[in-house]
Nanobody
Framework: QVQLVESGGGSVESGGSLRLSCAISGYSGSDYCMGWFRQGPGKEREGVATTDGDGNTAVADSVKGRFTISYDNAKSTLYLQMNSLKSEDTAMYYC??????????????????????????WGQGTQVTVSS
């Protein structure tokens, strides 16, 4: 059974940084498709960043240059480093993993509102609040 557990959320002032972690269990193999999504107050869920087993990554235009996604295979942990946070980054953040590693259209998932359909496994979310 695949389980994803996020941590690292919290409250931070604008311009600050946070690193989200997602501990993944029951998900084996070096080939994968994983991502981070978020849902702000009154907004639909949107893609933030994605990565695959080849180490390729993609991020949404709204976080480009500020957020970085990475996966530590040895620790089975997915990370989202968030720098230069803005008030509009306030949201519940979710990590997700695909049941099948292929296809994994990274840019499409990160930038299209329907990208979440590629993922079958989800964490419970961690809240990030950025105050201006």
């Amino acid at each position: 059974q695949v389980q994803l557990v996020e941590s690292g959320g919290g409250s931070v002032e604008s311009g600050g940084s946070l690193r989200l972690s997602c501990a993944i269990s029951g998900y084996s193999g070096s080939d994968y498709c994983m991502g981070w999504f978020r849902q702000g107050p009154g907004k639909e869920r949107e893609g933030v960043a994605t990565t695959d087993g080849d180490g390729n990554t993609a991020v949404a235009d709204s976080v480009k240059g500020r957020f970085t996604i990475s996966y530590d295979n040895a620790k089975s942990t997915l990370y989202l480093q968030m720098n230069s946070l803005k008030s509009e980054d306030t949201a519940m953040y979710y990590c997700a993993a695909a049941a099948q590693p292929d296809p994994c259209p990274l840019a499409y998932i990160a930038r299209n509102p329907y990208g979440s359909a590629y993922f079958g496994y989800w964490g419970q979310g961690t809240q990030v609040t950025v105050s201006s």
